[in-house]
């Protein structure tokens, strides 16, 4: 029993360390990675230049020619859906054909891993994105609903977005009259508006009622009459800031379907790319 005891005691001295197998080789081949991602934005960024030229082809300013303004939004939601699915495969594809290959990793790691590629290349791509195009998007994005409510930085702007509903306040029967105004008015009027409309609220009372007054006495209207002027410039600076807050978020939620989408392309063509990679793409599929 000792000599079988000492022996064991040998044993358990002299075996080496278990070998999980495992390589030493990364998981994630960054390389590979940061190409699919720069690949995608190029892309992203040669479909959205062939976008633009289709989509000022299609519009036109004369009446009953080009397409609606319904058949324009829903062409513009659907083409980013387009850009996201070929920009986002093609960038995963690459990102899983190029990566490291695994050796001693079981085939479910692998497709995991893959996967992961394809998603790290998209999500890469989508900040590498919004940092070229911080910008115009925040522009696009932020502009959408105060674009149309932000008026001069000061009264001797030359024009801004509140302008032309200001234009139509002030606008006189007799344009003569018109010639030695002041744009003081001009500038108040301007700030009354984009304080109120800004904040979401109406004009208050008192500031519609000097807004009435204003218009009477510059256009030499009747007080009845520059209120009802008043009342339609109001209803319709609304309607435009509403619509366009409206246009805004249809644009927001077609971005976010077109972004998921990506994802998932880009994720599934990575799985591709590397499967081709190693050459068990067929025995994938099989499965």
């Known amino acids: 029993m000792r000599q079988g005891e000492n022996a064991m005691t040998d044993v358990v001295v002299i075996q080496p360390g278990i070998d999980t197998g495992e390589p030493s080789i990364a998981g ?32 036109s300013p004369w009446a009953g020619a080009g397409v609606s303004a319904t058949t324009f939004k829903i062409g513009t939601g659907l083409y980013l859906i387009v850009i996201a699915m070929l920009s986002s495969s093609i960038g995963g594809y690459i990102a899983g054909r190029l990566r490291t290959r695994w050796i001693g990793v079981h085939s479910d790691e692998v497709y995991f891993r893959d996967t992961a590629h394809g ?7 989508s900040v590498l994105g ?12 932020g502009g959408g ?12 702007r030359s024009s801004g977005p509140m302008d032309g509903y200001v234009d139509t ?12 105004s ?4 001009r500038g108040e009027l301007d700030r009354l508006f984009v304080s109120s409309f800004r904040n979401g609220s109406d004009l208050k009372p008192s500031d519609r009622e000097y807004v009435s007054k204003v218009v009477a006495a510059r256009t030499g209207l ?27 978020a249809q644009l927001a939620f077609w971005l976010t379907v077109s972004l998921l989408i990506g994802a998932f392309c880009s994720s599934l063509a990575a799985t591709e790319g590397g499967g081709l990679r190693d050459g068990t793409w067929k025995s994938r599929n099989r499965r």
């Open 182 to 185: 002041s744009n003081e008015f």
């Open 130 to 141: 919004a940092v070229l195009l911080a910008t115009p998007v925040s522009s696009l994005i």
């Open 28 to 59: 994630v081949s960054w390389p590979a990675v940061a190409a699919g991602a720069v690949v995608s934005c190029a892309l992203t960024v040669v479909l959205i230049a062939f976008g633009l030229g289709l989509g000022l082809s299609v519009v």
């Open 169 to 180: 306040l002030l606008r006189s029967d007799a344009p003569a009259s018109q010639q030695g």
């Open 119 to 125: 998603f790290v290349a998209w999500a890469f791509a």
């Open 222 to 248: 009747s007080q009845a009459d520059a209120d009802k002027r008043v009342n339609e410039v109001v209803t319709q600076a609304k309607s435009d800031i509403d619509a366009t807050r409206k246009a805004t």
């Open 145 to 156: 609903s105060s674009a149309a409510v932000q008026g001069s930085a000061s009264a001797g």
